[in-house]
């Protein structure tokens, strides 16, 4: 196999490479060694560690003030907070639309005067392009996921770190089942911050 090299996919907000097997793409030849599939499955190229970065973090707080300048300039009556996630699936195949469906566990509804709400039966979903270009700004805490991702090569393990982003417009839609209750405890090692 082709020993997996780290790949900036997008830098500076420009797309520079793609994740790699050994199937060609037409200005990228080589496999970079993103080759990957679980046992008995053909490979494909996929993410293993996903890391994202900003040039310029903020602050949590900064970020909320930001989100309610954005609430006030767009003159929404709210915005909405997602506090975590539980998963979600993206559907990138050129043979049907690009889309993602994100579950999100914790959701709140932000006034323009500050104050939060907590709402259920809340789902993000849209097309991934469109929500990469309304990134407005990040926050210097980062997050780490780890779990595993389906696709047409099967389930492998990846693992995701991120800072919170604030996104200057989203869709969502009613969760298929919205009286689910967030949980009652925080996880594990959270107040440990």
Known sequence: ??????????????????LMSRSPIAGFEHSNGHGRSQPGLAVVARQSNLVVTTSQPVSRDALKKMLLEQIKQQNKPFGLLFEDIEGGFTMTQRFVPNAFNVLPVM???????????????????????????????????????????????????????????????????????????????????????
């Open 1 to 18: 196999g082709v020993k997996a090299r780290r790949v900036d996919v997008v830098k500076n907000g420009v797309f520079e490479n793609f």
């Open 107 to 193: 959701v709140y509804r932000i006034y323009a005067d500050g104050r939060e709400e907590l709402v259920r039966g809340v789902d993000l979903i849209g097309t991934p392009l469109t929500v990469f270009s309304k990134i407005l700004a990040a926050d210097d805490d980062v997050q780490v996921f780890n779990g595993v991702c389906g696709a047409e090569s099967g389930w492998v393990p990846v693992s995701a770190s991120s800072p919170d982003i604030l996104i200057s417009q989203i869709e969502a839609q009613k969760k298929e089942k919205s009286q689910e209750r967030p949980p009652i405890l925080p996880p594990p090692g959270a107040d440990k911050k």
